[in-house]
């Protein structure tokens, strides 16, 4: 992560329109970077359980947004969209998105990433934001809660849980492990910390 000074600060706003599984962390880059032209709007983190929705809510935004920024960034991958949104930002020259397929991708790098699935192609990956909300997008989301019988249907095929960790935060960790434990998983923990995300950002940011 880059330090405030080594940073010219820019007067124009530029809008990122994000997931909101990536909100507190583009936040904690717009502090840590000094991006005070930086805009944040997020979508809501659970349209990942209906991706179909995505592309058309960002052209709405996108459309909203039209003449009011400098320059205009989707803090999305594809995200399970299967090229809806790369569909969308053709008809928005100069909006780009985030690369990769998801945001393991824009974590850890879609090397790295590859790289774990061969190892393991049974992996199930969480990030801060999903070990946060673990028991809401996953226990709850599958009815695990009240029919834990459903976790082999789930999960049965999955050998690892792999935590692509932002922060270092010892409860958070702590909170990972007990997910695998409950899923019955091996479990691999994996630092990426914001520089990926960062070197993405900074160059609309930036520029």
Same mark, same amino acid.
Request: contains cysteine; charged residues 25%; hydrophobic residues 40%.
């Given at each position: 992560?880059?330090?405030?000074?080594?940073?010219?600060?820019?007067?124009?706003? #530029?809008? #990122?329109?994000?997931?909101?599984?990536?909100?507190?962390?583009?936040? $904690?880059?717009?502090?840590?970077?000094?991006?005070?032209?930086?805009?944040?709007?997020?979508?809501?983190?659970?349209?990942?359980?209906?991706?179909?929705?995505?592309?058309?809510? /960002?052209? $709405? !935004?996108?459309?909203? $947004?039209?003449?009011?920024?400098?320059?205009?960034?989707?803090?999305?991958?594809?995200?399970?969209?299967?090229?809806?949104?790369?569909?969308?930002?053709?008809?928005?020259?100069?909006?780009?998105?985030?690369?990769?397929?998801?945001?393991?991708?824009?974590?850890?790098?879609? !090397?790295?990433?590859?790289?774990?699935?061969?190892? !393991?192609?049974?992996?199930?990956?969480?990030?801060?934001?999903?070990?946060?909300?673990?028991?809401?997008? #996953?226990?709850?989301?599958?009815?695990?809660?009240?029919?834990?019988?459903?976790?082999?249907?789930?999960?049965?095929?999955?050998?690892?849980?792999?935590?692509?960790?932002?922060?270092?935060? $010892?409860?958070? /960790?702590?909170?990972?492990?007990?997910?695998?434990?409950?899923?019955?998983?091996?479990?691999?923990?994996?630092?990426?910390?914001?520089?990926?995300?960062?070197?993405? #950002?900074?160059?609309?940011?930036?520029?």
């Amino acid at each position: 992560m880059s330090k405030p000074g080594d940073r010219q600060p820019r007067t124009q706003p #530029v809008l #990122v329109i994000a997931c909101g599984a990536l909100g507190r962390e583009l936040h $904690a880059l717009k502090q840590a970077n000094g991006w005070d032209q930086l805009r944040i709007r997020c979508l809501p983190a659970a349209l990942h359980l209906r991706p179909q929705e995505i592309a058309p809510r /960002l052209r $709405a !935004e996108l459309e909203r $947004a039209q003449g009011q920024y400098a320059r205009i960034f989707i803090g999305y991958a594809d995200c399970g969209t299967y090229g809806g949104i790369d569909r969308v930002l053709a008809d928005f020259p100069g909006v780009a998105r985030l690369s990769g397929l998801h945001c393991y991708d824009v974590y850890a790098g879609a !090397e790295r990433i590859e790289h774990l699935t061969e190892d !393991e192609p049974g992996t199930f990956y969480l990030t801060d934001f999903l070990v946060r909300f673990f028991d809401r997008l #996953v226990v709850e989301t599958l009815d695990l809660d009240r029919h834990p019988e459903l976790l082999e249907a789930f999960f049965g095929n999955y050998k690892r849980v792999v935590y692509l960790s932002q922060t270092r935060d $010892a409860e958070l /960790l702590a909170e990972a492990r007990s997910a695998a434990a409950r899923l019955g998983l091996e479990f691999t923990h994996v630092h990426t910390g914001y520089d990926a995300l960062d070197a993405q #950002v900074a160059l609309v940011a930036e520029a």
